[in-house]
């Protein structure tokens, strides 16, 4: 509407005084303006009845055609469909063409009635989801049986839960200093009480309390044509990839098995560099602020105790540099480096260093085959979501008082292959493991507590089929094998199924 008021407005000619000229003048003009614009608005509307009237004609000819009747056309088209068997193509062309059209005008009509979603800063806001319900069968114990990680001893379960929904928002925002700004945010409902110590509120796991909706990733930025600077709630930047599941989403595929995911502030840049040919370079570092291992010990005098990292006033720094390959592809395969390091002081008083150094890959193959996984080896790593859930091991001298603190080290990784059968269908195959040095750690293990205390190493093995009927429906089934090894007892083993359906929004 605003667009025609403006070229009608456009067709009135301004003298260029204009004191010279009377207000009845400038009203009269205005009026006939107007009286433009409505019969524009009105030859609109008649338009759009129209289409509508065509549309309900299409569908009772597409209805009849279906039934096996003829359908009521007019004596042209009627003479056309009335010629030898031979020409019977000619009917199934224009099914076809009338089904097309159909589909066309139904979109149409939709943009036109579309409400749009409007923000306080009027830039536009998209929302985004997943309505996701899982079923599950765990065949022994679990650590949380909805979006288990880790096998422990006991009976198994069975139940269903749709509390791995995923609820977004995505906003573009003005331009500053020639860069695009942007902003999403991500929530779903598994913020559920769980089992053992609190963990920092970024990771999820282990979580205590009674709140529904939990945080899970946000970004915001400003984007350059090579160039972005953001702050964001996300995984590691070394750790750009994760395995594909529709089961594992509150929760991310091998977390805890090599599947570095944690979600914790960070405020980076990244820069592409562009070669002479199809291939580029990207390099990106940030600052970070790493939560706690979900084992950490916490004093017992605060409800909100700072973290570990933050105790030792000095934030986590990390960067990778990637070789990318042909970027008119969608997706392109890449080739990356990183490393980590952040200072800690633990509340037992004692201070630690977290590092690692990582490696990331993804490859296309022939045969619609994608191959795609990231190794790693440092210490320190259970805020990152490694080291079999702790830091560091520690024991201390009933006598003396005195804490020892072996900060663990740790290597794992995990890797995925890929099947796409055509665009709706694939399968994935994925291993992952995270091994904490059984060596530090049995020399501060004793007998009770939990298990996972005792955890070394974790490996799981998983495949799963997705199947996607539409662009918005997914569907999945999927097979876990859970394996976990203590550094006191036998291992323990659960084999898991889950089921997965998805609407997408």
């Known amino acids: 509407m605003l667009a025609v008021v403006m070229v009608s407005a456009s067709r009135i000619s301004y003298p260029q005084s204009p004191s010279q000229r009377s207000v009845s003048q400038q009203i009269r003009e205005l009026t006939e303006a107007m009286i433009r614009t409505q019969a524009q608005l009105e030859e609109s509307q008649r338009q759009l009845q129209e289409m509508r009237g065509q549309l309900a004609e299409l569908r009772n000819r597409v209805a009849q055609a279906d039934s096996g009747t003829t359908p009521d056309i007019s004596p042209p088209i009627a003479a056309s469909t009335a010629e030898p068997q031979g020409n019977s193509h000619v009917e199934t062309g224009t099914l076809e063409e009338l089904r097309e059209r159909q589909q066309i005008d139904e979109a149409q009509i939709a943009t036109h009635e579309q409400s749009k979603m409007e923000s306080e800063s009027k830039y536009p806001v998209k929302v985004t989801g997943l309505l996701l319900f899982n079923g599950f069968v765990n065949t022994k114990a679990v650590d949380m049986a909805a979006t288990p990680t880790v096998a422990v001893s006991g009976p198994g379960s069975t139940g269903a839960s749709i509390r791995q929904t995923v609820l977004g928002f995505d906003a573009r925002g003005p331009h500053l200093l020639g860069a695009r700004s942007y902003a999403d945010l991500r929530v779903d409902f598994d913020a559920s009480p769980g089992s053992g110590n609190s963990v920092d509120e970024y990771s999820g796991d282990f979580r205590t309390g009674t709140a529904l909706i939990r945080l899970r990733t946000a970004h915001a930025g400003l984007h350059w044509e090579n160039t972005s600077a953001y702050f964001s709630l996300d995984r590691p930047i070394f750790s750009p990839d994760a395995p594909a599941s529709l089961t594992a989403a509150a929760v991310p595929p091998l977390a805890w098995s090599g599947n570095l995911w944690t979600w914790n502030p960070q405020l980076g840049v990244v820069h592409r560099f562009h070669g002479s040919g199809a291939a580029a370079v990207e390099a990106e570092a940030a600052l970070v602020d790493i939560g706690d291992a979900p084992l950490t010990p916490q004093p017992s005098d605060s409800a909100t105790p700072p973290s570990s990292a933050e105790q030792s006033r000095w934030p986590g720094v990390e960067a990778r540099v990637a070789l990318l390959g042909n970027e008119r592809d969608t997706e392109h395969s890449h080739f990356g480096l990183g490393g980590f390091f952040a200072p800690h002081r633990s509340s037992l008083g004692e201070s630690f260093d977290s590092w690692a150094a990582t490696a990331d890959a993804r490859f296309f ?141």
């Open 365 to 505: 193959l022939p045969a619609r085959l994608e191959l795609v996984g990231a190794g790693y080896r440092g210490a320190a790593l259970g805020g990152l979501g490694g080291g079999a859930y702790k830091d560091f091991a520690y024991s201390l001298n009933a006598r003396t008082g005195e804490t020892y603190l072996t900060p663990l080290d740790d290597a794992g990784g995990w890797v995925q292959l890929k099947e796409r059968f055509s665009e709706r269908l694939e399968a994935n195959a994925a291993f992952g493991m995270d091994n904490a040095f059984a060596g530090e750690l049995v020399r501060f293990a004793t007998i009770g507590g939990p298990m996972d205390q005792h955890l070394a190493r974790n490996r799981t093995f998983t495949g799963n089929f997705i199947y996607s009927p539409s662009a918005f429906l997914l569907f999945s089934i999927e097979y876990r094998r859970l394996n976990s090894f203590s550094v006191l007892a036998a291992p323990a083993t659960s084999n898991v199924i889950g089921l997965g359906a998805g609407y997408k929004f």
